[in-house]
């Protein structure tokens, strides 16, 4: 039987890679539901170039001219932020691939783990906010969590067949994005344009400049903690310019097995739709020949101070992750609107981690509240 997708973010950077996968594979897979927030062209287009079962428009507003340029197709047509969630609960979904970006794929994955789905996660910053929420209630309710992150899908990939085989340490490789090498001083003056310039990889405008100063890769180290249940001592980043080698286990023997392709999304989103098989594609081959070095560095934390917050967060634990990705989507939509310089960023989201209030152990809704809270915050700081 195909594979029923619903693909929370279908008009963003994995989402539409997602529907490309699916277009090229319409033996294994079908599209159930597609969702964007206020990319109504977009999302009309796909849905009439798929003819879903349902489209969900997340901004209200929007909601009429979706519906009249659907009219004429058996697609339903939904609204609003709450109908992302309750969409999920469909009984023709069976992976729920959640491709939104920032603190809004929480409350959908959440939903989704409840209505017993498969998750394909690639959206990091749900377990960032509330992992030890989303994992609990992951495990009561029996629900794989099939990472779609590069690094984190070459984890998964390494660890099949190992069982109970003890991990010592992962290590989580970073491109270093578009400023590798460079000091503050050179910092000071970069642009959202040069910062949107990355080496390797075609992605968001949000994850583009979380890689530029090392955010990215630092909520990778909180999600891998909960992913793969570790302890920050366990997860290592290292710089590989290469972005060939997507990360490493080390296991107690000292024996390494690393997953290595050349950098294209469509491979970790295909394996985290089909596994645990793997479908032949006719995607371009890494040639040693054509990479007769792959180097590795050591990042620099007291430049790109966003990791070593990260780590803080981790460590601290209760809320704190939750602090600080709520400061750097702030921080973050205010440097891409040179509001605020990029050395700024760091700084706001250390303000906010230092004031806002910690609470040790979190339920939902302080989760909700701590979000609201530090973004209010961060925007006072920001003005």
């Known amino acids: ?57 997340s901004d209200e507003t929007l909601y009429t001219y979706v519906k009249e340029a659907l009219s004429n197709l058996p697609i339903k047509v939904f609204a609003g932020q709450n109908a992302v969630s309750q969409i999920v609960s ?69 660890l099949v067949g190992e069982l109970n085989n003890k991990i010592e340490k992962i290590y989580l490789t970073a491109s270093g994005g578009p400023f590798r090498g460079f000091s503050k001083n050179q910092l000071k003056n970069v642009t959202p344009e040069q910062a949107l310039n990355h080496p390797n990889w075609n992605m968001g405008n949000k994850i583009t400049i979380d890689s530029a100063g090392l955010m990215n890769k630092g909520l990778e180290v909180i999600e891998a903690h909960w992913l793969f249940d570790l302890q920050p001592s366990q997860i290592d980043v290292i710089i590989h310019p290469q972005s060939i080698i997507h990360s490493i286990v080390q296991f107690a023997d000292g024996t390494m097995k690393a997953q290595m392709s050349l950098p294209d999304m469509k491979l970790p989103i295909q394996y985290a739709l089909s596994f645990p098989y793997r479908i032949e594609t006719s995607f371009p081959r890494f040639d040693f020949m054509k990479y007769p070095a792959l180097t590795f560095e050591k990042p620099d934390k007291e430049v790109f101070r966003n990791l070593s917050l990260a780590y803080k967060a981790l460590e601290k634990g209760g809320n704190m992750p939750c602090i600080l990705n709520a400061a750097n989507e702030v921080a973050v939509e205010a440097f891409l609107k040179k509001k605020i310089s990029f050395l700024c960023m760091p700084d706001i989201i250390e303000n906010c981690m230092e004031k806002i209030n910690f609470i ?24």
């Not at 897979?29 to 109504?40: C, G, K, P």
């Not at 789905?117 to 992992?131: C, D, F, Q, T």
């Open 90 to 158: 469909l009984d023709t979904i069976d992976i729920v691939l959640v491709a939104l970006v920032g603190y809004a794929g929480l409350l959908p994955t959440l939903k989704a783990i409840e209505e017993n789905k498969i998750i394909a996660l690639a959206n990091k910053e749900s377990l960032v906010v509330a992992g030890k929420l989303i994992i609990e209630k992951a495990k009561q309710n029996n629900v794989p969590i099939i990472p779609v992150d590069s690094e984190h899908s070459a984890i998964f990939q390494c």
């Open 1 to 57: 039987m195909k594979r029923r997708i619903a693909i929370l973010g279908s008009t963003g950077s994995i989402g539409k890679q997602a529907l490309e996968v699916i277009k090229l594979h319409s033996d294994w897979f079908s599209l159930e539901v597609i969702t964007a927030h206020s990319n109504a062209d977009l999302l009309i287009k796909q849905a009439k170039e798929f003819i879903p079962n349902a489209v969900v428009i």
């Open 360 to 383: 040790s152990q979190p339920e939902y809704e302080d989760y909700v509240n701590t979000d609201k809270e530090t973004r209010v915050f961060a925007n006072n700081l920001i003005k």
